[in-house]
């Protein structure tokens, strides 16, 4: 248990000095915009590029933990979407909206940090990508099924040009294909520049966490909808087990793989969620709700994860 609290403690301690921070001085969420950039385009590219530029060639092979990863998320997304338009008779827009706060996780901000703490740096492989499978899904799946719910007719060579460019040029899609070319040909970089990386790298988790916990004491909590009530649920139990259960079923993988994935299916809601109910005018307020409460509940189920994880007990 010692072990497990001086890996959390640090770690959300960092989420709870932002949200205290965010709480005591009322600064408007605009301030996060520079540190959210730093974060997203310079500070975690540069931890997933050294860390998959370093890792050997063959590791990035393992295409049916890809598939059965991507797969299960896609599940978890489509139960709470028909959940959403079959008993709650929600519109597309809305369903799409409540199957990314069943599916979406902040494996951006909290992934790599959490799972290369708990696993080492053998986990940043799994996680860069998981995380490029998965946002690749989900800048798919937004724009079309938005298209299919709007009322507006939109043409589909604009969707589609607009998903391809979403995803090539992602900040971490684009440091995790510049790692994998470096691993394979082994390029060494000099040691100024691996320097300059690594400081980059080391300013990734304690301003992600502490960005969180800041976004999440901007946008209090004002109701919590009854969606939410099977939403976390799903998105904090029945997403990781179901990633667990399909995981397992492939012969000779690392436990570290399994962990991470797990890991990253354990994670509260994405801030995206949010950004994706804005950018689309549809179920804003429910959606904060569902990124500030799942990530105030996971603060439990993830440590209680990370315990059962590092000391084999799964």
């Not at 965010?22 to 590219?45: H, Q, T």
């Not at 008779?89 to 290369?116: E, H, R």
């Not at 099977?230 to 962990?259: C, G, M, R």
Request: net charge positive; with cysteine.
């Amino acid at each position: 248990m010692q072990q497990v609290a001086s890996l959390v403690i640090p770690l959300f301690g960092l989420v709870f000095l932002g949200y205290l921070a965010g709480r005591l001085k009322k600064i408007p969420i605009e301030g996060l915009a520079w540190l959210n950039f730093f974060i997203v385009y310079i500070a975690l590219p540069a931890l997933i590029f050294r860390l998959l530029s370093d890792t050997p060639v063959s590791e990035f092979a393992n295409t049916r933990f890809l598939i059965n990863t991507t797969l299960g998320t896609f599940l978890i997304f489509l139960l709470c979407f028909c959940i959403a338009r079959l008993l709650r008779k929600a519109d597309i827009p809305s369903a799409t909206v409540q199957g990314f706060a069943g599916a979406y996780g902040n494996i951006g901000y909290m992934g790599p940090p959490l799972a290369i703490a708990a696993f080492g740096p053998e986990a940043g492989v799994p996680v860069a990508l998981v995380f490029c499978l998965d946002n690749a899904m989900h800048f798919t799946l937004a724009p079309t099924l938005m298209a299919i719910g709007s009322k507006k007719p939109q043409k589909v060579l604009s969707i589609v040009s607009g998903i391809v460019h979403k995803i090539i040029t992602h900040p971490f899609i684009l440091a995790t294909l510049a790692g994998m070319a470096c691993a394979w040909m082994k390029v060494q970089l000099p040691t100024t520049i691996d320097q300059f990386l690594l400081s980059l790298s080391n300013a990734a988790a304690p301003c992600a966490l502490f960005a969180m916990g800041v976004t999440a004491a901007i946008r209090p909590l004002k109701r919590i909808p009854v969606e939410l009530s099977y939403l976390i649920p799903i998105k904090l139990f029945v997403h990781p087990l179901l990633i667990y259960v399909l995981v397992t079923q492939i012969p000779d993988v690392n436990y570290v793989w399994v962990y991470s994935a797990v890991l990253l299916a354990a994670l509260p809601s994405a801030t995206n969620v949010f950004v994706i109910a804005q950018q689309y005018s549809v179920w804003e307020e429910r959606a904060s709700s569902a990124v500030v409460l799942s990530t105030l509940c996971s603060l439990l189920t993830v440590t209680v994860y990370l315990y059962l994880a590092t000391n084999r007990l799964i």
